[in-house]
């Protein structure tokens, strides 16, 4: 059984820092560090809140055993949670958290202001399907 108000604080959450983001002030991203680390670290927040929202719903429906984060998404796709086009665009998010977090390479601010201008719409589709299925 799916912990509703669990799922709907990591839903808020995600919500809460796409509001954040979009209040972000691109023209400073490249020349103060505060505005960087703050993007930066509100992206990897708001990935990981959908990651733990997707997890969530995948472990309590029973619904298979991801090997990867990223699975997560395509097991949801699977299982009609939310569309693949959608899945594949969170997957590429959750790798994005991952190099944001483990800085597996420098992060680049041309891929950060991409996620900024294009792919927070994406995070709030996310919340959108879930909470239609709660």
């Given at each position: 059984?799916?912990?509703?108000?669990?799922?709907?604080?990591?839903?808020?959450?995600?919500?809460?820092?796409?509001?954040?983001?979009?209040?972000?002030?691109?023209?400073?991203?490249?020349?103060?560090?505060?505005?960087?680390?703050?993007?930066?670290?509100?992206?990897?927040?708001?990935?990981?809140?959908?990651?733990?929202?997707?997890?969530?719903?995948?472990?309590?429906?029973?619904?298979?055993?991801?090997?990867?984060?990223?699975?997560?998404?395509?097991?949801?796709?699977?299982?009609?949670?939310?569309?693949?086009?959608?899945?594949?665009?969170?997957?590429?998010?959750?790798?994005?958290?991952?190099?944001?977090?483990?800085?597996?390479?420098?992060?680049?601010?041309?891929?950060?202001?991409?996620?900024?201008?294009?792919?927070?719409?994406?995070?709030?589709?996310?919340?959108?399907?879930?909470?239609?299925?709660l």
């Amino acid at each position: 059984m799916t912990d509703r108000d669990l799922l709907e604080k990591r839903l808020a959450l995600i919500v809460r820092c796409v509001g954040e983001l979009r209040q972000a002030r691109l023209e400073l991203l490249r020349s103060d560090v505060r505005e960087e680390r703050f993007v930066e670290h509100t992206l990897q927040i708001a990935i990981q809140a959908a990651l733990d929202a997707a997890s969530h719903v995948v472990s309590d429906g029973a619904l298979g055993e991801p090997s990867t984060n990223r699975e997560l998404f395509a097991i949801l796709a699977t299982h009609g949670w939310i569309e693949p086009p959608l899945a594949s665009r969170l997957e590429e998010m959750a790798g994005f958290r991952n190099v944001l977090v483990h800085g597996y390479q420098s992060v680049s601010l041309d891929v950060v202001e991409d996620v900024l201008r294009n792919r927070l719409g994406d995070l709030l589709d996310f919340v959108e399907r879930v909470e239609r299925r709660l």
